[in-house]
């Protein structure tokens, strides 16, 4: 078998001039197709040397000079044209809802296989791609391979641990044509970024610490945790229906997926919309009240108790285990 | 204002769901119920034309017990329903799958101008989310999905959107296509005029061939992916204690102990 040479192209989310965890986790997981190459949407990153210590031989940053320039159907007409011109026959993005529209208009403008939400992806012998996916809230595992010549794959976060590569890519910034609106009928009338919470962010962090409804509200003793493990907040839509926490920080299947490498559920039944969002998990913790809460059925370790008493005595145990206390 | 609301009939949340040895769903003997994301679907288009004036026609594709999805839309109150079936259909993935629902759409649209397109956010067996934007590819409307805020006036769509770090308003004239999420609305309950209406009403089934489609463009051997294996994930060995003092440093030693602290 020859190495393959067509790039893959790693579409690479950033945040302030700054590549998001799940772009160095691209990066890693494209460099085993083929020779990596990022793209960039927007302003030309501050630096380049993250892209390049993780394998990234070229740098494509594809300008979005307008807000519809940056609708999917606009970014995937740009991506379009940058497989072409490169010859790429992989493109990766991190899974998302925003991902997946950008995905499914890529594929269906090239014609190639649509692969979402992959927990894997590896090229079998014959060079085709194959992903492997979770369903039916994590309980099945499926693995699939695309039958024509071209992938566009969404990557879950937490999937693939990133590591630098053994030699860092060249990381060569080259300025890609500027996407364009794809559909003049679409006005973007208001696109505002959310506020990101000092904690980091629930879709990327390797620790999870959910709280649901048990906790009556009061977050402190799941902050408190999730602090002394250097991890996320989530929550529960029984929690974000009531206000108690954000939308945004809604773990499940209407909300974001999760795979951290840790998930703890605190005051969290365990309801089969909440598992679609979560039981791909490396390691599920639950603590509950109730002996019987569905969440012990799928939880590697679980505490019957009351949060309030089971989490800062936890925190503090790990403080203390961790010398920071 | 004619709307089409796109339904699909999946295995029960509840139910043993489980695929079959060539990685489809398996439907033998599991529960299926309208995707309960599709019922906020159902639910927006229903408001629009309550407001409006017009009428909402439910459209699915599926074999016989998917005629059960477009029988739950009759009941919360859309007007008619039409059902897709073929044999050379099984095992379809989403492009044959979208392409499907366009030529219904486009056929629907025989009779007077489809104006909007409204679908859910995903489908809770797949769960890739993807059909309504292939949807809006193939009927070249303008794609307003994930809409978690919907209004239409003057002849204007528009949405709020909660994207993974951004919220956006976009705006089209219509005809457009737009999904809605669970945010979007409560979905209602049938009310017993509509169980009673849904039970008279007839559901007429197209055929790939009524659709002016060639078989050989949809279904399994059409796919552009193909499941390779399918199993089952073996149940998590957990270990479950009882806080008797203690419990968050024993939660902190099972941590420590898996090099989950590092
Ligand atoms: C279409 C649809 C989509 C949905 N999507 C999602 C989704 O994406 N994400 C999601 O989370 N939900 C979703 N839901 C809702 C979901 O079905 C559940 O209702 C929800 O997850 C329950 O939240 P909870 O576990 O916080 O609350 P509950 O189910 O009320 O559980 C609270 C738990 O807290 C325990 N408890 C109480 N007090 C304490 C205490 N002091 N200490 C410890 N434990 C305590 C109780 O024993 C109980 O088990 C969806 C529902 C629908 C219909």
Redesign the interface.
């Given at each position: 078998m020859t190495a393959p040479t067509a790039p893959v192209l790693a579409v690479v989310e950033h945040h302030d001039g700054r590549p998001r965890a799940s772009a160095l986790e691209l990066l890693t997981a494209g460099r085993a197709l083929g020779p990596v190459h990022a793209v960039w949407l927007g302003d030309p990153p501050d630096d380049a040397g993250p892209l390049a210590a993780h394998g990234a031989a070229v740098v494509h940053v594809v300008p979005v000079p307008t807000p519809e320039a940056g609708l999917p159907a606009s970014v995937a007409a740009a991506l379009a044209g940058l497989a072409e011109a490169t010859g790429a026959d992989v493109v990766l993005l991190a899974s998302g809802f925003g991902a997946k529209e950008v995905a499914a208009r890529l594929a269906h403008a090239t014609g190639a296989a649509l692969m979402v939400d992959a927990s894997a992806v590896e090229r079998d012998g014959e060079g085709r791609v194959v992903t492997t996916q979770q369903a039916f809230a994590a309980s099945w595992t499926l693995r699939s391979a695309a039958q024509v010549g071209r992938a566009v794959v969404t990557l879950r976060s937490n999937a693939v641990r990133a590591t630098p590569a053994e030699t860092p890519g060249a990381a060569e910034v080259r300025v890609a044509a500027p996407a364009r609106p794809a559909d003049p009928r679409v006005r973007v009338v208001e696109r505002t970024a959310r506020p990101a919470s000092d904690r980091p962010d629930v879709g990327e962090a390797d620790v999870v610490v959910v709280g649901g409804r048990g906790t009556q509200g009061d977050f402190s003793p799941v902050e408190d945790l999730a602090d002394a493990l250097g991890g996320a907040v989530g929550a529960t839509r029984d929690v974000t229906d009531e206000g108690w926490q954000p939308h945004d920080v809604m773990v499940g299947q209407t909300g974001v997926t999760i795979s951290p490498r840790l998930y703890v559920g605190a005051g969290v039944s365990g309801a089969v919309h909440h598992r679609g969002g979560m039981q791909a998990s490396g390691t599920i913790v639950a603590v509950n009240t109730d002996p019987d809460a569905p969440i012990f059925e799928f939880a590697d370790f679980g505490v019957v108790g009351d949060l309030a008493e089971v989490l800062p005595q936890a925190a503090a145990e790990i403080r203390r285990l961790r010398g920071q206390a | 204002m004619k709307i089409v609301v796109c339904v699909k009939h999946v295995p029960d949340?509840?139910a043993d769901?489980?695929?079959t040895d060539d990685?489809r769903v398996d439907r033998e003997g599991v529960d299926g119920t309208l995707n309960e994301?599709d019922e906020n679907a159902v639910e927006a288009a229903l408001r629009l034309v309550e407001a409006a004036g017009g009428e909402v026609i439910a459209l699915t594709m599926g074999p016989d017990d998917a005629e059960d999805a477009v029988r739950r839309a009759l009941q919360m109150g859309v007007h008619r329903a039409v059902r897709v079936t073929d044999d050379a259909l099984a095992g379809s993935?989403?492009?044959a799958t979208a392409a499907v629902l366009a030529a219904a759409v486009r056929r629907l649209a025989d009779d007077g101008p489809v104006d909007l397109v409204v679908t859910g956010?995903?489908a809770?067996?797949?769960?890739?989310?993807?059909v309504p934007?292939?949807l809006a590819?193939?009927l070249d409307l303008?794609?307003?999905?994930?809409a978690a805020e919907l209004s239409v006036a003057d002849g204007v769509v528009?949405v709020r959107r909660?994207?993974?770090?951004?919220?956006?308003?976009?705006?089209?004239?219509l005809p457009?296509l737009v999904s809605v999420?669970?945010?979007a609305n409560e979905a209602r309950y049938p009310a017993f005029a509509g169980i009673m209406a849904a039970r008279k009403a007839q559901v007429p089934v197209w055929s790939l061939a009524d659709l002016g489609l060639d078989p050989a463009a949809v279904g399994g051997a059409a796919?552009?992916?193909?499941?390779?294996?399918?199993?089952?994930?073996p149940?998590?060995?957990?270990?479950?204690?009882?806080?008797t003092g203690?419990?968050?440093?024993?939660?902190?030693?099972?941590?420590?102990e898996?090099g989950?602290?590092a």
């Open positions: - | 949340l509840q769901r489980r695929f990685g994301l993935d989403a492009f956010m995903a809770l067996d797949g769960l890739m989310s993807v934007t292939l590819a193939h303008p794609q307003l999905t994930l528009r909660d994207l993974d770090h951004v919220t956006e308003v976009l705006e089209a004239p457009a999420t669970d945010q796919a552009r992916t193909r499941v390779l294996e399918a199993s089952p994930r149940p998590r060995e957990g270990v479950v204690i009882t806080d203690d419990g968050g440093r024993r939660l902190a030693a099972f941590l420590a898996n989950l602290l």
